[in-house]
């Protein structure tokens, strides 16, 4: 299965700060996901990234929050701006296995912020 | 409803005990689906894909009821290392991919 690298693993910020998290991928992938994991609670999809076209958001998700870079099939960014302590939260990224059979995920971004 | 439950737990159980965890999911259009195990503070991962026949791995036993969307999960002779967050995680398959997650039940195995 891929294997990802994502960083920071963790970072702690200031509200109405931005942060961005990376993921690459050492193989090519045509989707990749990223996640939120709030304390206590389990995961939730915060958006699909697409390369070469915008992401698709959930709902409760917005581009303007959470803006998602995508320039090639090994990479992505998903930004959290203007933070708040109410996104304190785990990130991850996610990326389907090469047999389009089970997901492997990131090792995640601990976030937060005071 | 929620679209995929599981039990609440906490479950605390003996090495060497049996454990089954329940799931249930609503939407009946579902194709794929999964156990994922999730260390504190790690990344969930794959344990298992769960087939409608059934599927067995070692000490780990997954089973689909498609009719009563029903997914269970059974670990035998469970061991220390077998204490951790399960997740059931349905896909709603297509060209998204989506991924579904319950909110997990820990297990903790005690010696």
């Known amino acids: 299965s891929a294997v990802i690298s994502q960083k920071p693993s963790r970072d702690i910020c200031q509200r109405g700060t931005s942060l961005t998290i990376q993921c690459q991928v050492d193989?090519?992938?045509?989707?990749m996901f990223w996640y939120r994991q709030q304390p206590g609670q389990s995961l939730t999809l915060i958006a699909t990234?697409?390369?070469?076209?915008?992401?698709?958001?959930e709902s409760g998700f917005v581009i303007d929050k959470f803006p998602i870079s995508r320039p090639n099939l090994t990479f992505s960014t998903l930004t959290v701006s203007n933070m708040s302590p109410e996104d304190s939260s785990i990130y991850l990224c996610?990326?389907?296995?090469?047999?389009?059979?089970?997901?492997?995920f990131g090792s995640g971004t601990r976030l937060t912020v005071v | 409803r929620k679209e995929v439950e599981q039990d609440p737990g906490p479950f605390n159980v003996p090495e060497g005990a049996t454990v089954a965890f329940n799931c249930t999911y609503s939407?009946?259009?579902?194709?794929?689906f999964f156990w994922y195990r999730q260390d504190c503070r790690k990344e969930p991962k794959l344990l298992m894909s769960?087939?409608?026949s059934g599927n067995e791995d070692g000490r780990f036993t997954a089973q689909l009821n498609r009719a009563s969307q029903y997914i269970s999960l059974l670990i035998r002779d469970s061991k220390l290392s077998d204490s951790a967050t399960y997740l059931c995680?349905?896909?709603?398959?297509?060209?998204?991919?989506?991924?579904?997650f319950g909110k997990g039940t820990l297990l903790t195995v005690n010696p």
């Open positions: 996610s990326v389907t296995s090469t047999d389009n059979y089970g997901y492997t």
């Open positions: 193989s090519q992938v045509t989707m």
């Open positions: 990234a697409n390369q070469g076209s915008e992401a698709t958001y």
């Open positions: 939407n009946s259009a579902s194709q794929s």
């Open positions: 769960v087939y409608s």
């Open positions: 995680v349905v896909s709603s398959g297509g060209s998204n991919y989506k991924l579904t």
